[in-house]
């Protein structure tokens, strides 16, 4: 096999392996979190008392995405809308208690 041959083979391969949630502290809290925890969430770059409660359904570690449902905005439903949210704009995050 060529030089060549070899770089592209690491190339190809290094393209096809999956991605790992590793964005730190986040991360590793949503990992450990189970489906359906309430939870406070403050974006990063926001003000440090603007947070929005959500709850928590799952995350996709090779895309780095946690999805958390909300509430559907001046109906009072419950939390029934899924939003996706990137782990590096999450700033801060707290588990609602009942």
């Known amino acids: 096999m060529s030089l060549f041959e070899d770089q592209v083979n690491v190339e190809f391969e290094d393209t096809n ?3 790992k949630c590793n964005c730190g ?3 590793n809290v949503l990992k450990k979190m189970e489906p359906g925890t309430p939870v406070d969430v403050k ?3 926001t ?3 603007e947070n929005i409660r959500l709850v928590f359904t799952c995350l ?3 895309e780095c995405c946690a999805q958390f449902f909300d ?3 001046n109906t009072g439903q419950p939390f029934v809308e899924p939003v996706w949210i990137p782990c590096e704009k999450i700033a801060f995050l707290r588990e ?3």
Request: glycine fraction near 4%; charged fraction near 45%.
């Open 43 to 45: 974006f990063s770059g």
């Open 25 to 27: 502290c986040i991360c």
């Open 60 to 62: 996709d570690e090779e």
């Open 96 to 98: 609602v208690k009942p």
């Open 47 to 49: 003000p440090a008392d």
């Open 17 to 19: 392996k999956k991605r």
């Open 71 to 73: 509430r559907i905005p």
